[in-house]
């Protein structure tokens, strides 16, 4: 019984800042191409001295001979499962990286959660400009349906200059 197809995404915002703005995670699960479910998951973010963050994980036989039919294991091989283990390794990320470069954080303020938004986060970065390099990796590195269909969505959208005042 093979996985339905499904491409999935959700968007998820952090409950506070981490540098100058909250993190953002987009997660997504993907079982679009029959016999190799996968996540994926991008880490929009503003703290200093870590990278953008963004990972895929395929899914695959241990054993080319004998195929493992996923369609049997729905709880860990569809596309809703998948998305719920990029969001999580996404999370988990996240708070490993910051506490490698400041291991007080974590211990000092509330914990870090985050909320399922809907994709007006990413707007803002297609209309403000920010994030551009970080998208640009997202939608060239992405294999998922789900990613390519907020791409041409967000390319709709214009892209304007935003000025704050007062500077400074």
């Known amino acids: 019984?093979?996985?339905?197809?499904?491409?999935?995404?959700?968007?998820?915002?952090?409950?506070?800042?981490?540098?100058?703005?909250?993190?953002?995670?987009?997660?997504?699960?993907?079982?679009?191409?029959?016999?190799?479910?996968?996540?994926?998951?991008?880490?929009?973010h503003t703290f200093s001295d870590v990278a953008f963050l963004y990972s895929r994980s395929v899914c695959g036989s241990a054993d080319e001979w004998n195929p493992v039919d996923f369609g049997q294991y729905p709880e860990v091989f569809s596309a809703k499962a998948l998305l719920e283990s990029s969001f999580r390794s996404a999370q988990d990320r996240i708070e490993f990286e910051v506490s490698m470069h400041d291991r007080e954080l974590f211990r000092s303020t509330a914990a870090l959660s985050f909320e399922e938004t809907d994709d007006f986060p990413l707007i803002e970065f297609r209309v403000f400009q920010s994030f551009t390099s970080e998208c640009a990796k997202m939608f060239?590195?992405?294999?998922?349906?789900?990613?390519?269909?907020?791409?041409?969505k967000l390319q709709a959208y214009p892209t304007v200059k935003l000025v704050r005042e007062p500077n400074g």
């Open 1 to 44: 019984m093979p996985i339905p197809p499904e491409s999935l995404i959700k968007i998820y915002r952090a409950n506070r800042n981490l540098g100058t703005s909250r993190p953002v995670i987009v997660a997504v699960g993907d079982t679009m191409v029959e016999g190799i479910p996968f996540c994926e998951y991008y880490v929009f």
């Open 140 to 152: 060239g590195f992405s294999r998922a349906l789900a990613i390519r269909t907020l791409r041409d």
